[in-house]
């Protein structure tokens, strides 16, 4: 088990007091563990730096502006494959059962698709596997990262070491495929109003829809520290 993908969920999270706090823990794990190869061990310093220094009004205003109000930057896995379509739920779904079969258990406002929380999940396996399954939606990860650096956006730096320690490459004509999509310009609202016109679907009768999905800082730093000593049998947009 690996704690660098909590490490990494945390950094693609809305950040928050909790976060900022956590800034030189986050740098110390990722250096430790040393599964990031360095070089980009170091652009992420960069953004654990600014997450340590800047105001936090700043970093939460940038961080909605690129994840929440830019559709195609969305953090939500599930929306860049299926879109608002029925196949989505059934995903959904099935990504929460696979979650709650390793002893993950999420709360209804949060999404099982959101990356973060995909990421402290590959956490809780061994790290081969994590790495495995990380691969399959390898393109969203990459198209991700194509879409931040032409923002020359610092969280490219994340995307970046998630394709680095991901088993595999991208599957080039998928990948293809989501970057011949619409990318929302941040600035046009007539154009992003539009493009969140429509209701958003639920998935099952707790479901927020789009607007939940993010996973409590607080607690995912709380399982950095504790993590669980082995699996139960039982069973986004920031919150």
């Excluded at 600035?187 to 829809?209: C, H, K, M, N, Q």
Aim: glycine fraction near 6%.
């Amino acid at each position: 088990m690996a704690a660098t993908f909590k490490a990494l969920a945390l950094l693609l999270s809305y950040p928050t007091e909790d976060i900022q706090a956590a800034a030189p823990e986050l740098k110390r794990l990722l250096n430790a563990e040393g599964l990031v190869p360095e070089p980009l061990r170091l652009k992420l310093n960069r953004l654990i730096g600014e997450l340590d220094s800047r105001d936090l009004m700043d970093l939460q205003e940038r961080y909605v502006l690129l994840f929440d109000r830019t559709r195609s930057l969305s953090l939500h896995l599930f929306e860049h494959v299926h879109g608002e379509g029925r196949d989505r739920g059934q995903a959904m779904v099935d990504l929460q059962t696979l979650y709650a079969e390793h002893g993950l258990e999420i709360a209804a406002s949060e999404l099982p698709d959101y990356l973060p929380m995909f990421l402290e999940f590959l956490s809780t396996l061994e790290t081969d596997k994590a790495q495995a399954m990380l691969g399959e939606p390898l393109h969203v990860v990459a198209a991700l990262r194509q879409r931040l650096q032409k923002r020359k956006s610092v969280y490219a730096g994340v995307f970046l070491a998630l394709e680095a320690i991901a088993a595999g490459r991208a599957d080039e004509a998928a990948l293809a495929e989501l970057l011949a999509m619409d990318d929302d310009d941040p600035d046009d609202l007539i154009a992003l109003d539009r493009a969140w016109e429509d209701e958003p679907v639920t998935f099952g009768p707790d479901s927020p829809g789009k607007t939940g999905g993010c996973p409590k800082a607080e607690d995912m730093l709380a399982r950095i520290k504790n993590p669980p000593a082995e699996p139960r049998a039982e069973g986004g947009r920031h919150g």
